[in-house]
T-cell receptor, first 114, second 111 residues
Framework: DAGVIQSPRHEVTEMGQEVTLRCKPISGHNSLFWYRQTMMRGLELLIYFNNNVPIDDSGMPEDRFSAKMPNASFSTLKIQPSEPRDSAVYFC????????????FGQGTRLTVV | SQQGEEDPQALSIQEGENATMNCSYKTSINNLQWYRQNSGRGLVHLILIRSNEREKHSGRLRVTLDTSKKSSSLLITASRAADTASYFCATDRAGNTPLVFGKGTRLSVIA
């Protein structure tokens, strides 16, 4: 397996634009996580899916953020409208059973909102 | 919100020395994991220790867990320049819960 695949690797967008980040988890994994990493706040959990169902979205900053998992092999994180404070590295990770087993991380998407 | 808190925030040592990083957490856990992150990359899993275990080894890594103190330590023996990275602890609560990470310890190993 190629591991968790995220796209794009880098995204530069203007304030107010819609941004969509994509993730393909490892085949057979039932759990998917979206994290955001900044120097100030560290690695924050945004949302957690189990069997394609959102289980915990308490970390989603505000209504501008939304995440979907239409099937077991694809997830998106959308920011609309984007703001400069959304600039961060966004990671997707998957595991076989929630937080009970090893999580595999993608390489991340570095988002810059100008 | 962060569950784990690593200490120290940054650590600089000479190659060949041992490096010890600590993690404290707040609530009961199912297991605790340690991850490594090289600059500009995703996190890589190092080791998992379950709440009923006290110590675990993997190569040059030794992890301890003290559930009464809600703390864990990661020891890297005979450090190498390639060990330079950030190290994070992560915990999950009992049941179907996600991993929550601390802010990490930045380790620099000087050759």
């Amino acid at each position: 397996d190629a591991g968790v695949i995220q796209s794009p690797r880098h995204e530069v967008t203007e304030m107010g634009q819609e941004v969509t980040l994509r993730c393909k988890p490892i085949s057979g994994h039932n759990s998917l996580f979206w994290y955001r990493q900044t120097m100030m706040r560290g690695l924050e959990l945004l949302i957690y899916f189990n069997n394609n169902v959102p289980i915990d979205d308490s970390g989603m900053p505000e209504d501008r953020f939304s995440a979907k998992m239409p099937n077991a092999s694809f997830s998106t994180l959308k920011i609309q409208p984007s703001e400069p404070r959304d600039s961060a590295v966004y990671f997707c990770a998957s595991s076989s059973t929630g937080g009970n087993t090893e999580a595999f991380f993608g390489q991340g998407t570095r988002l810059t909102v100008v | 919100s962060q569950q784990g808190e690593e200490d120290p925030q940054a650590l600089s040592i000479q190659e060949g020395e041992n490096a010890t990083m600590n993690c404290s957490y707040k609530t009961s856990i199912n297991n605790l994991q340690w991850y490594r992150q090289n600059s500009g990359r995703g996190l890589v899993h190092l080791i998992l220790i379950r709440s009923n275990e006290r110590e675990k080894h993997s190569g040059r890594l030794r992890v301890t867990l003290d559930t009464s103190k809600k703390s864990s330590s990661l020891l890297i023996t005979a450090s190498r320049a390639a060990d330079t990275a950030s190290y994070f602890c992560a915990t999950d609560r009992a049941g179907n819960t996600p991993l929550v990470f601390g802010k990490g310890t930045r380790l620099s190993v000087i050759a």
